[in-house]
C-alpha cells in the first residue's frame, strides 16, 4: 500500500477496534477520506470532546461528563429515586440492561471481575459500592455479573463485603446460561433473570 504514514497510522488505529480488521479499517478510512468535511471533521471535533470531557465515574463507574464532580450525591444523577442498585461488571453490560427496560434504578459499574488477568479486587468500584450502599437509601443490591467462574467469585465476594450492612442482596436467577455474558443475552433472559432474581442474604430486608 503506498499510503502516507498518517493514512497507515489511521488504518492501524481503527484495526484496533473492535470487530474491525485490516480490511474493514482501509475501507473506513477510505470512506473517511472522500468525506472529509461531513465526516472528518465532526469526528475531530466530538473525538477530542470525549477525551477532554467524558471520564468513568471514580464511585460507581458510569461514564459521565468530568465538570461533575464525583461524589456519593452525584452519582444520583437521575433525577429519579430508586431504592435498588444493579450491579455490573462494565458499561456494555449497563447499556443492555437499559435497553431491555427490566430495570428500573441505580447502576454500580465495578470495571471487570476479581480474577480477570491482571485485575485486582483493589482496582474494582467494591468498597464504594458499601460506602454508596451505606449513604444511600437502598433497599436491594442486584448482582447481574456474569455466569462465569469469575462473575460468580466476584459477586460471592461483594456479597460478603455487604454482610454487615442492612441491605438485601439478590443474585440474578440461574437461567443464565453458563459462561454467559450480560452484555451478550437477549430482552427475554434478561428479564427472566431478574424476575427469577434469589435472594442471598438474610438480612432482615
Ligand atoms: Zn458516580
Not at 3 to 26: F, H, R
Not at 160 to 182: F, H, R
Not at 189 to 200: E, V
Request: aromatic share 4%; charged share 25%; with cysteine.
Amino acid at each position: 500500500m503506498q499510503n502516507t504514514s498518517e493514512i497507515e497510522e489511521l488504518v492501524k488505529l481503527i484495526s484496533k477496534l473492535p470487530g474491525l480488521g485490516p480490511k474493514s479499517a482501509k475501507r473506513i478510512v477510505l470512506k473517511l477520506i472522500n468525506n472529509r468535511d461531513e465526516l472528518v471533521k465532526p469526528l475531530a471535533k466530538t473525538l477530542a470532546e470525549v477525551y477532554k470531557n467524558i471520564s468513568r465515574c471514580k464511585i460507581c463507574g458510569i461514564l459521565k461528563s468530568s465538570a461533575v464532580d464525583c461524589s456519593y450525591d452525584n452519582c444520583k444523577i437521575i433525577e429519579k429515586k430508586y431504592n435498588q442498585i444493579c450491579v455490573v461488571e462494565n458499561i456494555a453490560d449497563q447499556w443492555s440492561i437499559e435497553n431491555s427496560n427490566v430495570f428500573q434504578g441505580y447502576f454500580h459499574i465495578l470495571g471487570g471481575t476479581i480474577s480477570s488477568v491482571g485485575q485486582r479486587k483493589e482496582d474494582l468500584l467494591i468498597n464504594s459500592l458499601v460506602e454508596r450502599v451505606k449513604k444511600e437509601k437502598i433497599d436491594e443490591i442486584i448482582l447481574a455479573t456474569s455466569a462465569t467462574v469469575e462473575g460468580q467469585t466476584t459477586a460471592f465476594y461483594i456479597q460478603d463485603s455487604l454482610k454487615n450492612v442492612d441491605v438485601k442482596v439478590t443474585k440474578l436467577a440461574q437461567g443464565l446460561p453458563i459462561g454467559g455474558e450480560i452484555e451478550s443475552l437477549d430482552d427475554g433472559t434478561l428479564l427472566s433473570a431478574f424476575k427469577h432474581r434469589s435472594k442471598l442474604n438474610s438480612n432482615s430486608r
